[in-house]
């Protein structure tokens, strides 16, 4: 079976769970406005994965449902604060949560989502080692990821802002939430701590490629956001051309560059845009960060290689999907 059918399987179990975990239609201010946001899509990719590598490792997916579970939780929890906070009004083309429902639910929606996160990996039915470790991955990621957003909203328009600083900031805001539901897949199979490390590493060249190839998605196609194309750049999000830009442009293009990023929102304009866009291209930006989403995916092979298990398959598709989901 492919990893793209075993993700529509694997995610079909996960819907079911998630209505259990967090009944739809119940009064409670809570089940609303987080169903509202489930119902807006998402493939669950995520889970899934966690629950691929735990079988081909040899273990029970039945062990491992409940901390794939709280990963999606885990999730949908940081998109929606993730849409406060980036001041985001839609999101695979329906209103944000914040929007609809008032940015006050949409924070305590959030915080229920992740106290059910937790509850989840507490449900898993394995020995209190592994569930204890499962709790340090789990808590592990959270830390590191919203640590990684507090220097995303800090870097915005930041004067000083380099592709290493970039890098630091989406190792952390990407590459643990990317790797572990594969550690968490590996840890209930019983396979060797030294497997589970060359994940993490796995996980922080994966994480930022795929980071990358969103900030160029967001300049070319959008990301579902009812057709909008440059909404970083409304935001003074400071992505990879940003930080790549900072670096080799002329002072005159930087402080055009500076000057749109600092602009709020509502009143950043298509004309603007246009310009960041022109300076991104007068300066290769583009072909840059494509070239360096692709040095990282080689990165990732070559660590896929020095994973220690016999077969290496199902890394290699894991890796091979989430490239071409970047393509």
Same mark, same amino acid.
């Not at 409940?66 to 209103?95: K, V, Y």
């Not at 057709?227 to 790549?244: H, P, Q, R």
């Not at 022109?278 to 896929?304: G, R, S, W």
């Given at each position: 079976?492919?990893? +793209? +059918? @075993?993700?529509?399987?694997?995610?079909?179990?996960? #819907?079911?769970?998630?209505?259990? &975990?967090?009944?739809?239609?119940?009064?409670?201010?809570?089940?609303?406005?987080?169903?509202?946001?489930?119902?807006?899509?998402?493939?669950?990719?995520?889970?899934?994965?966690?629950?691929?590598?735990?079988?081909?490792?040899?273990?029970?997916?039945? !062990?491992?449902?409940?901390?794939?579970?709280? &990963?999606?939780?885990?999730?949908?929890?940081?998109?929606?604060? %993730?849409?406060?906070?980036?001041?985001?009004?839609?999101?695979?083309?329906?209103?944000?949560?914040?929007?609809?429902?008032?940015?006050?639910? *949409?924070?305590?929606?959030? %915080?229920?989502?992740?106290?059910?996160?937790?509850? @989840?990996?507490?449900?898993?039915?394995?020995?209190?080692?592994?569930?204890?470790?499962?709790?340090?991955?789990?808590?592990?990621?959270?830390?590191?990821?919203?640590?990684? $957003?507090?220097?995303?909203?800090?870097?915005?328009?930041? +004067? #000083?802002?380099?592709? %290493?600083?970039?890098?630091?900031?989406? !190792?952390?805001?990407?590459?643990?939430?990317?790797?572990?539901?594969?550690?968490?897949?590996?840890?209930?199979?019983?396979?060797? +701590?030294?497997?589970? !490390?060359?994940?993490?590493?796995?996980?922080?060249?994966?994480?930022?490629?795929?980071?990358?190839?969103?900030?160029?998605? #967001?300049?070319?196609?959008?990301?579902?956001?009812?057709?909008?194309?440059?909404?970083?750049?409304?935001?003074?999000?400071?992505?990879?051309?940003?930080?790549?830009?900072? $670096?080799?442009?002329? *002072?005159?293009?930087?402080?055009?560059?500076?000057?749109?990023?600092?602009?709020?929102? #509502?009143?950043?304009?298509?004309?603007?845009?246009?310009?960041?866009?022109?300076?991104?291209?007068?300066?290769?930006? &583009?072909?840059?960060? $494509?070239?360096?989403?692709?040095?990282?995916?080689? $990165? *990732?092979?070559?660590?896929?290689?020095?994973?220690?298990?016999?077969?290496?398959?199902?890394?290699?598709?894991?890796?091979?999907?989430?490239?071409?989901?970047?393509?």
């Amino acid at each position: 079976m492919g990893i +793209e +059918e @075993s993700i529509k399987i694997y995610g079909a179990k996960i #819907d079911e769970l998630l209505k259990e &975990i967090i009944p739809p239609h119940r009064n409670d201010y809570l089940s609303e406005p987080i169903w509202h946001h489930l119902h807006t899509g998402g493939k669950r990719v995520r889970p899934a994965i966690c629950l691929i590598t735990c079988e081909a490792l040899g273990g029970n997916t039945n !062990e491992a449902i409940h901390f794939a579970l709280a &990963i999606e939780i885990m999730h949908n929890m940081f998109l929606m604060h %993730d849409d406060i906070e980036d001041g985001d009004t839609i999101r695979r083309d329906q209103p944000t949560v914040w929007v609809k429902f008032g940015t006050a639910n *949409a924070i305590n929606a959030g %915080d229920y989502l992740l106290a059910c996160a937790y509850k @989840s990996v507490l449900a898993s039915p394995v020995s209190l080692e592994k569930k204890m470790h499962l709790l340090q991955i789990f808590t592990l990621t959270y830390e590191k990821t919203v640590e990684g $957003q507090a220097l995303d909203i800090n870097a915005r328009a930041a +004067e #000083d802002f380099s592709v %290493d600083k970039y890098m630091a900031m989406v !190792e952390l805001k990407t590459g643990y939430y990317l790797a572990c539901g594969m550690v968490g897949g590996a840890v209930v199979s019983g396979i060797s +701590e030294k497997v589970v !490390e060359k994940i993490w590493t796995l996980g922080k060249t994966m994480g930022p490629a795929f980071q990358i190839r969103d900030d160029l998605i #967001d300049l070319t196609h959008g990301k579902g956001r009812g057709g909008v194309i440059g909404s970083d750049v409304k935001e003074g999000k400071a992505s990879f051309l940003y930080s790549y830009a900072l $670096q080799v442009a002329s *002072a005159d293009d930087k402080k055009h560059l500076r000057d749109i990023m600092l602009k709020p929102r #509502d009143e950043t304009t298509d004309n603007d845009i246009k310009l960041v866009l022109e300076i991104y291209k007068k300066y290769n930006a &583009i072909k840059y960060a $494509q070239d360096y989403a692709e040095d990282l995916v080689k $990165q *990732a092979y070559k660590t896929i290689d020095e994973i220690p298990v016999e077969d290496k398959t199902v890394f290699k598709e894991i890796a091979s999907f989430m490239a071409k989901r970047m393509s």
